[in-house]
């Protein structure tokens, strides 16, 4: 995904150094207020899992990169996901370093242990934010930036098992 809105922050034209610790805030400051992609929470199966069965939690999780003029600077911004942190709508969460993938990976799972309805589970992504201004040496932000994920719906249903003849 690429941003290719364009911002300038102050008017000043001083020469931005890359590895000052003030560059990196205003840096940050920048990729806030542009906003880092809020990622879907996919769930398998659908809106609907059954209590005690394990239910596949994933994303798609494609870098974004975003170019902009800060203090008459041109800086190229690179946020790459790093950080997973599942909120599963019961109270629990879990924290991957990966973003799932579909079925038949079972990779990111919970297992719900009571019925429920109208659960909203998310996905929070923390993005590792490496920054180059004026085309030099790339630099990183050295926290992680949080963005979080829209909720989807889930009811977790309870099943019995039928016996039938042959």
């Known amino acids: 995904m690429t941003g290719q809105l364009r911002h300038c922050w102050g008017t000043s034209v001083e020469i931005l150094m890359p590895g000052d610790p003030s560059v990196a805030a205003e840096i940050r400051r920048a990729v806030e207020s542009v906003g ?13 899992t059954l209590v005690n069965v394990a239910t596949i939690f ?3 999780a494609p870098e974004f990169r975003h170019s ?3 203090l008459g600077q041109a800086v190229e911004i ?9 909120h599963h709508g019961d109270g629990t969460t879990q924290t991957t370093s990966s973003p799932g993938a579909p079925y038949p990976s079972t990779e990111v799972t919970h297992r719900y242990t009571q019925v429920a309805t109208g659960l909203t589970a998310r996905v929070d992504v923390g993005y590792r934010v490496s920054y180059r201004v004026n085309g030099g040496s790339s630099q990183e932000i050295d926290q992680l930036i949080t963005a979080s994920g829209p909720p989807t ?3 977790v249903a309870e099943a019995a098992p039928v016996v039938v003849a042959p």
């Open 58 to 60: 994933h994303t798609e």
């Open 68 to 70: 902009t003029i800060l």
């Open 153 to 155: 719906g889930l009811d």
């Open 36 to 48: 880092l992609p809020a990622l879907a929470l996919r769930i398998q199966p659908g809106g609907e």
């Open 78 to 86: 690179v946020a790459t996901p790093q950080r997973f942190t599942w």
